[in-house]
């Protein structure tokens, strides 16, 4: 978890938020190029992975990812500074 947090400091924004999505998210590299916000729920602390990168999922294949406490807070931060612009 150390080294994840490091190599998260080093790297500019929004590079570090997506490198923390796939370490910390379990999302593929294309889920977070697609990834919305809209798609992201931070009161339910949830990620809900709707497409790839050749377009929508199936029903079958979308899912629901819980954003864990290491992803909450550089997640709420990045969305709040997002609603604010």
Do not use: C, T
Request: glycine share 8%; proline share 7%; aromatic share 4%.
């Amino acid at each position: 978890m150390e080294d994840v947090r490091r190599i998260f400091l080093v790297l500019a924004e929004p590079i570090n938020l997506a490198y923390a999505l796939g370490a910390l998210g379990g999302l593929g590299n294309g889920e977070v190029l697609v990834l919305r916000w809209s798609h992201v729920d931070i009161a339910a602390r949830r990620i809900h992975v709707l497409e790839s990168p050749d377009g929508p999922l199936k029903d079958i294949d979308s899912r629901s990812v819980p954003i864990q406490d290491a992803l909450h807070p550089p997640l709420a931060e990045s969305h709040l500074r997002r609603s604010e612009e």
